[in-house]
Nanobody, 124 residues
């Protein structure tokens, strides 16, 4: 069983930055690919970024490529999402998730555990 707790969300102006963190419980954190997803009102949850268990592979949605960076610290059992050059369309609840699949999964059905989400609001 893995429990995930996100933090770091908030209100920021367009062009600003935020860093999200996701702390995990459990003994085998490095065995999970970790992903970030987001969901805006009335829109399906969408993939944002994923990092493999050892951190060697990363993959991003086109909409955030070049602006967001995912990283992880397996010693601290934490995954991060550094978000720069934020836009109003980045406004959403952001969720971290853990997957036992190998590689860099991008579909919600590939993930086994989810956090409760943290709100990110970008004002114009």
């Amino acid at each position: 069983q893995v429990q995930l707790v996100e933090s770091g969300g908030g209100l920021v102006q367009a062009g600003g930055s935020l860093r999200l963190s996701c702390a995990a419980s459990g003994r085998t954190f490095s065995g999970y690919a970790m992903g970030w997803f987001r969901q805006a009102p009335g829109i399906e949850r969408e993939f944002v970024a994923v990092i493999s268990g050892n951190g060697g592979r990363k993959y991003y949605a086109d909409s955030v490529k070049g602006r967001f960076t995912i990283s992880r610290d397996n010693g601290k059992k934490t995954v991060y999402l550094q978000m720069n050059s934020l836009k109003p369309e980045d406004t959403a609840v952001y969720y971290c998730a853990a997957s036992r699949r190998g590689g860099v999964p991008t579909k919600t059905n590939d993930y086994d555990y989810w956090g409760q989400g943290t709100q990110v609001t970008v004002s114009s």
